[in-house]
């Protein structure tokens, strides 16, 4: 390899090093033996965005609601999802259990059944960057809860997913 060519293989990857914001590992051979080699490996982080992420302030039980056992929330506005992994996202699902015993959510054609407060979901969905995201639910009712006006009683956290694929 003439000298021009390793000048422009050592200013190639010293730039690429240097322009990405990624984690670079570098290796060499021993010394004496003329040969080496140079290994890259590139860590993108995940990430997700979530905004229009609301909750109602209140939440109605109407006598039927208590007979049947739970109630049925129609997605509001949408929320607006940008997530560079692709194979979904994380959500948690925390609920107040004075109110109910089990959440499900329905998100992106899938269910979400949190038979306890903190239960973790990854939601299976393709890269996106700003897409609109309904999100409803179904509420199933504290044993001991009557009709009335409550607190809403679910809250969602979406966040980066550690350790997943």
Do not use: C
């Not at 860590?43 to 965005?49: C, S, T």
Request: charged share 15%.
């Amino acid at each position: 390899m003439g000298l021009l060519q390793r000048w422009v293989r050592f200013f190639v990857l010293g730039f690429a090093a240097a322009a990405m914001p990624a984690i670079v590992h570098a290796e060499s051979s021993p010394a004496g033996t003329g040969k080496g080699h140079l290994d890259f490996r590139i860590v993108v982080p995940q990430v997700v965005r979530v905004s229009g992420l609301t909750a109602p302030s209140e939440f109605t039980i109407d006598r039927e609601d208590v007979g049947r056992g739970y109630v049925d929330v129609s997605p509001g506005a949408p929320l607006i999802v940008t997530s560079n992994a692709n194979y979904g996202y994380p959500v948690t699902v925390a609920f107040d259990n004075a109110i109910a015993s089990r959440v499900v959510v329905r998100i992106q054609e899938q269910r979400l059944s949190a038979e306890r407060s903190g239960a973790q979901f990854v939601v299976a969905a393709p890269r996106m960057r700003n897409a609109a995201v309904a999100i409803g639910y179904r509420i199933f009712l504290a044993p001991a809860i009557a009709a009335g006006t409550y607190r809403w009683p679910v809250a969602l956290r979406f966040g980066a997913a550690h350790g997943l694929p």
